[in-house]
């Protein structure tokens, strides 16, 4: 079993940037891959970025990819999201996400994360 805590959502206006957190407890933090998802308005979920159980591994959806920055401290039990240079169509809730399947240090497929946290919101005002 792994629970997920996010933070660090909030209001910010275009162009601005926020860091997203999510804690993890129950099993070692070091032994799954994570990720990100979002949901926006009227929309479905959908991937933002994952990361290797090392942090070694990352992967982008194409729509953050060089303003987004995913990482994880294992001492600290926490991954991160870094959002720079945000638009208002980053506006969605944030999801982190865990698989505790093994595919060796990569980050999982998309459809493999089977723990979630509650989200939190971000909003990017134009």
């Known amino acids: 079993q792994v629970q997920l805590v996010e933070s660090g959502g909030g209001l910010v206006q275009a162009g601005g940037s926020l860091r997203l957190s999510c804690a993890a407890s129950?099993?070692?933090?070091?032994?799954?891959?994570m990720g990100w998802f979002r949901q926006g308005p009227g929309k479905e979920r959908e991937f933002v970025a994952g990361?290797?159980?090392?942090?070694?591994?990352?992967s982008y959806a194409t729509s953050v990819k060089g303003r987004f920055t995913i990482s994880r401290d294992n001492p600290k039990n926490t991954m991160y999201l870094q959002m720079n240079n945000l638009k208002p169509e980053d506006t969605a809730v944030y999801f982190c996400a865990a698989s505790t399947r093994y595919y060796g240090d990569f980050v999982p497929p998309r459809d493999a994360y089977e723990y979630w946290g509650q989200g939190t919101q971000v909003t990017v005002s134009s």
């Open positions: 990361i290797s159980w090392s942090g070694g591994r990352t």
């Open positions: 129950g099993r070692t933090f070091s032994s799954y891959g």
